[in-house]
């Protein structure tokens, strides 16, 4: 039960991620439940894990680690913003 929890919010902080950046709407539900887990992973290991946690996630640091990753894809792959 514990891995639904975390995919839930791991797409959760992907979508926050995606409206932050206005990216949101090129990326797809697979893409923010990885987007929201591997930014939750660099936000955590930059930023430690303080603030409200969820399913083990500390939510301010996730959602700050995958705005950098969702900036970071976008400007290798060139997603724009004007579709």
Same mark, same amino acid.
């Not at 929890?5 to 839930?8: G, M, N, P, R, T």
């Not at 990753?69 to 976008?74: A, D, E, F, G, P």
């Given at each position: 039960m514990h891995w639904i929890? @975390? !995919? !839930?919010v791991g797409g959760l902080i992907g979508l926050a991620a995606g409206a932050l950046t206005r990216r949101g709407g090129?990326?797809?539900v697979i893409s923010n +439940? +990885?987007?929201g887990l591997v930014g939750s992973v660099v936000g955590e290991a930059i930023l430690g894990a303080?603030?409200?946690q969820v399913a083990g996630m500390a939510i301010i640091p996730s959602v700050i680690g995958a705005v950098i990753? @969702?900036? !970071? @894809?976008?400007l +290798?792959?060139?997603i724009?913003?004007?579709h």
């Open positions: 929890w @975390v !995919i !839930i090129s990326m797809g +439940i +990885i987007a303080w603030g409200p990753l @969702v900036m !970071i @894809v976008s +290798i792959f060139g724009r913003t004007d």
